[in-house]
């Protein structure tokens, strides 16, 4: 089973979601770490492969958002997580993605520092 990672504030801002919410998210994940793919993920558009996957959960009329990576060989990063704000298309919102090759930035320069250890 791979280690479960959370970067900055992904862990926090899941546990502000709704339980129904955390409950999907949070199985995804265990499936992740065991190299399997829960049915609603998939891989988010402008990362190049499906090593960046999200799952997107709508619940009492709003879209939530989990963004994770499994690039890495034995560890799965949690990105971020946000409630999608925006009603103009199922596009994830620039600012959003901005977060997300920051937070991938930082889980690839942790796993190199992993590497030398």
Same mark, same amino acid.
């Given at each position: 089973?791979?280690?479960?990672?959370?970067?900055?504030?992904? #862990?926090?801002?899941?546990?502000?979601?709704?339980?129904?919410?955390?409950?999907?998210?949070?199985?995804?994940?265990?499936?992740?770490?065991?190299?399997? #793919?829960?049915?609603? @993920? *998939?891989?988010? #558009?402008?990362?190049?492969?499906?090593?960046?996957?999200?799952?997107?959960?709508?619940?009492?009329?709003?879209?939530?958002?989990?963004?994770?990576?499994?690039?890495? *060989?034995? $560890?799965?990063?949690?990105?971020?997580?946000?409630? #999608? %704000?925006?009603?103009?298309?199922?596009?994830?919102?620039?600012?959003?993605?901005?977060?997300?090759?920051? $937070?991938? %930035?930082?889980? $690839?320069?942790?796993?190199?520092? @992993?590497?030398?250890?």
């Amino acid at each position: 089973m791979k280690t479960l990672l959370w970067v900055a504030s992904a #862990k926090k801002d899941l546990l502000k979601m709704p339980e129904q919410v955390v409950d999907v998210f949070g199985y995804a994940l265990y499936l992740a770490q065991n190299g399997l #793919k829960h049915e609603q @993920a *998939k891989p988010l #558009k402008g990362f190049g492969s499906a090593g960046v996957l999200e799952i997107v959960e709508d619940y009492d009329g709003n879209a939530y958002r989990g963004v994770y990576t499994v690039r890495f *060989k034995d $560890r799965v990063y949690v990105l971020h997580c946000f409630q #999608k %704000k925006s009603r103009k298309g199922i596009e994830t919102p620039r600012q959003d993605m901005d977060v997300i090759e920051a $937070r991938l %930035k930082l889980a $690839r320069e942790h796993e190199e520092g @992993a590497e030398h250890e």
